[in-house]
């Protein structure tokens, strides 16, 4: 997915570029942050430079590649310093284990180590190794020592790699890390600190081994709220039933299948949970006796027995300290009046709500948000500009109530 920043707003990225074979993706990812308008200035380790010449970058970036701590002339002259000072982020791609070894213990060998020390900017490294190294007791330590001190870790995926090998050590590929660098460009960071549980896509109620119950619902709209809420700078959990999405870049991803494998995944996560946004459209029944095996077809009518599943979000919202609870509402009709009335019953502080017809299985939707100020119409956008939206309000909303609080 790409996010377009304005020339206004435009960013400035250190790319820092070590030895690997992923090098070569790299040069792709410096064209499109470029196309992106966001600036970047291209840092390569000696082992880099014998995978893909400096050229390259020079070309697709228009600014000179910097390679050599010990170069003397004027526009190098403390580039180990200086380079960081004018920039909002600095990304390592690919993050060999050897640099990755060294950050995590102090050591500042060459530029781009040295670089990474003397920063004052946020630090994401994408690691890419063969399998054995990634699994290897040292780096796990030295990449746990690095989440400790603040660093983003992206990724690795799992795939086939350059040694013919196949396991996890393969480097996220460029979309994936052009998402990640334009929300954390984009993030405003009001909810630092904050732990963000979200709740996304349909359940699946089993009546026997190859049926069920379900609904429409892609998982679109939640997706987007857990990726506005990481680019708001927020820790997020995403649990979601089943989706065809590739999830965002959250803290944690809790895949589920039934309503009551949802509600488990969130008791297990609300005690350290400070807004909890329910966007899941949760199966409101389930099958009493769910056969063990496959109902055969015949000409006499079958009856299936319905139980209610729980209601994951009146059961959260009835905790007595409940997080900030954010509810939705899909209705056919009657939408005001519907929503008010669902908000109501669960004491909701803020409930958004939508009509089905129109958002189930689109990119675009219209919210409409109701709050103790009444109504606030989000006229139609992008389902990921809509989440923004509704995160700025959550988070405002959220604050006074805590002012609230502590003078009260």
């Known amino acids: 997915m790409t996010i377009l920043v304005s020339a206004e707003s435009a960013k400035r990225i250190v790319l820092g570029v070590t030895g690997g074979v992923a090098a070569y993706k790299v040069a792709e990812l410096a064209r499109l942050l470029t196309q992106n308008a966001i600036e970047v200035q291209t840092v390569m380790t000696e082992a880099a430079c014998q995978?893909?010449?400096?050229?390259?970058?020079?070309?697709?970036?228009?600014?000179?590649?910097?390679?050599?701590?010990?170069?003397?002339?004027a526009s190098y002259n403390m580039a180990h310093i200086h380079l960081s000072r004018d920039a909002d982020m600095i990304l390592v791609a690919p993050a060999s284990a050897d640099f990755i070894a060294k950050i995590a213990n102090g050591l500042a060998d060459d530029?781009?180590?040295?670089?990474?020390?003397?920063?004052?900017?946020?630090?994401?490294?994408?690691?890419?190794?063969?399998?054995?190294?990634?699994?290897?007791?040292?780096?796990?330590?030295?990449?746990?020592?690095?989440?400790?001190?603040?660093?983003?870790?992206?990724?690795?995926?799992?795939?086939?790699?350059?040694?013919?090998?196949?396991?996890?050590?393969?480097?996220?590929?460029?979309?994936?890390?052009?998402?990640?660098?334009?929300?954390?460009?984009?993030?405003?960071?009001?909810?630092?600190?904050?732990?963000?549980?979200?709740?996304?896509?349909?359940?699946?109620?089993a009546i026997d081994p190859v049926r069920g119950?379900?609904?429409?619902?892609?998982?679109?709209?939640?997706?987007?709220?857990?990726?506005?809420?990481?680019?708001?700078?927020?820790?997020?959990?995403l649990v979601s039933?089943?989706?065809?999405?590739a999830p965002p870049m959250v803290n944690k991803f809790l895949p589920v299948v039934s309503a009551a494998d949802m509600l488990q995944a969130v008791q297990?996560?609300?005690?350290?949970t400070d807004i909890f946004i329910s966007v899941a459209a949760v199966a409101d029944y389930r099958s009493v006796n769910a056969s063990q095996q496959k109902i055969k077809?015949?000409?006499?009518?079958?009856?299936?027995?319905?139980?209610?599943?729980?209601?994951?979000?009146?059961?959260?919202?009835?905790?007595?300290?409940?997080?900030?609870?954010?509810g939705f509402a899909a209705?056919?009709?009657?939408?005001?009046?519907n929503a008010a009335i669902k908000r109501a019953q669960k004491k909701l502080p803020l409930l958004a709500a939508n009509l089905a017809q129109e958002t189930i299985g689109s990119d675009e939707s219209e919210l409409v948000l109701f709050d103790d100020n009444g109504e606030h119409v989000l006229p139609k956008a992008p389902k990921i500009e809509q989440a923004r939206r509704l995160i700025n309000h959550v988070q405002l909303l959220y604050y006074q109530e805590h002012q609230q609080h502590e003078k009260d």
């Open 268 to 272: 297990a996560e609300i005690s350290h």
């Open 297 to 326: 077809k015949s000409d006499k009518q079958l009856t299936l027995e319905l139980h209610p599943n729980p209601d994951i979000l009146m059961w959260v919202a009835s905790l007595p300290e409940p997080p900030f609870c954010v």
């Open 241 to 245: 039933g089943p989706t065809c999405l």
């Open 331 to 337: 209705e056919t009709d009657d939408l005001e009046q």
């Open 111 to 205: 530029l781009l180590t040295a670089l990474c020390l003397a920063r004052d900017c946020q630090l994401l490294i994408a690691p890419a190794m063969n399998r054995q190294m990634w699994e290897h007791p040292a780096t796990q330590r030295n990449v746990s020592r690095l989440r400790q001190d603040g660093v983003r870790i992206l990724g690795p995926a799992s795939g086939e790699q350059a040694c013919g090998e196949v396991g996890m050590g393969r480097m996220l590929e460029v979309d994936e890390l052009l998402q990640t660098v334009q929300s954390c460009l984009l993030s405003n960071r009001q909810l630092a600190g904050k732990n963000i549980l979200v709740t996304a896509g349909p359940t699946y109620e």
């Open 213 to 237: 119950i379900t609904n429409k619902s892609s998982g679109k709209m939640g997706y987007a709220v857990a990726q506005a809420a990481v680019e708001a700078g927020a820790s997020v959990t």
């Open 51 to 73: 995978f893909i010449a400096p050229a390259t970058f020079q070309s697709l970036t228009g600014r000179p590649v910097y390679t050599n701590l010990w170069e003397t002339n």
